[in-house]
């Protein structure tokens, strides 16, 4: 059974980090492109940070460029979004997909920076 699951979200005051986990099973996962997206309210969804397979190759969008940080860990099948420099405009429910062969996505987690 293949399952995706985010955590790590929360309420963050602006300037803050915070760092979100994406653990999956069920399949090989190592061999997954590993994205994050994000969606805010009334907005669409953006990928904001992806991470290949074979060398851990990372790209960013703009918004989050030196900002955020993907990284994985393939014998504990997770990934990671380090996230500092919170911005308000930052508080959206965040996403974990996994791509390769068929498309797996988390159900989300709730990100929320505000003072």
């Known amino acids: 059974q293949v399952q995706v699951e985010e955590s790590g979200g929360g309420l963050v005051q602006p300037g803050g980090s915070l760092t979100l986990s994406c653990v999956a099973s069920g399949f090989s996962f190592r061999d997954y492109t590993m994205s994050w997206y994000r969606q805010a309210p009334g907005k669409e969804r953006e990928q904001i940070a992806v991470?290949?397979?074979?060398?851990?190759?990372?790209a960013y969008a703009d918004s989050v460029k030196g900002r955020f940080t993907i990284s994985r860990d393939n014998s504990k099948n997770t990934v990671y979004l380090q996230m500092n420099s919170l911005k308000p405009d930052d508080t959206a429910v965040y996403y974990c997909?996994?791509?390769?062969?068929?498309?797996?996505w988390g159900k989300g987690t709730l990100v929320t920076v505000s003072s």
């Open positions: 997909k996994a791509d390769w062969l068929t498309q797996h």
């Open positions: 991470i290949s397979s074979a060398f851990g190759s990372t």
